[in-house]
């Protein structure tokens, strides 16, 4: 899969987390299982860093690369349970939603790490 595409599908996913968590649910999620919402904001967050480090995966600086997608990953995370608090009506700020985030973000890169040191010494 070529750069550009892994760029909109992060671009696709970032999109989709805000509105996922901003939209504002009466009545909850109707998909058949109780899940942790914590569950599903490390695996968004997990899924969010994965696409990120691979669109922006240069040849050389990679670890300030991986930085930078770290902190804007996260960031944005804050921001987005800001604006959950000021602009939704039904939720709020929740900052065991940023540690499930943080948690996703960790994940992400022990797999990035794992999956191209083993890729990069074959």
């Known amino acids: 899969m070529g750069r550009n ?25 109707k998909i058949g299982v109780q899940v942790s919402d914590k569950i599903l904001h490390a695996f968004g967050y997990c899924l969010l860093t ?18 930078i997608v770290i902190l804007a990953v996260f960031i944005y995370g804050i921001i987005i349970e800001i604006l959950q608090d000021v602009f939704t009506y039904n939720r709020e700020a929740d900052i065991f939603d940023v540690f499930a985030n943080l948690a996703g973000i960790t994940i992400a890169i022990l797999f990035f790490a794992f999956v191209f040191k083993k890729n990069d010494s074959q």
């Open 50 to 67: 994965i696409s990120w480090l691979l669109a922006f995966r240069p040849k050389t600086y990679l670890w300030k690369s991986i930085v």
């Open 5 to 29: 595409y892994i760029f909109y599908v992060s671009v696709l996913l970032t999109v989709a987390i805000a509105v996922g968590s901003l939209i504002s649910l009466k009545t909850g999620l």
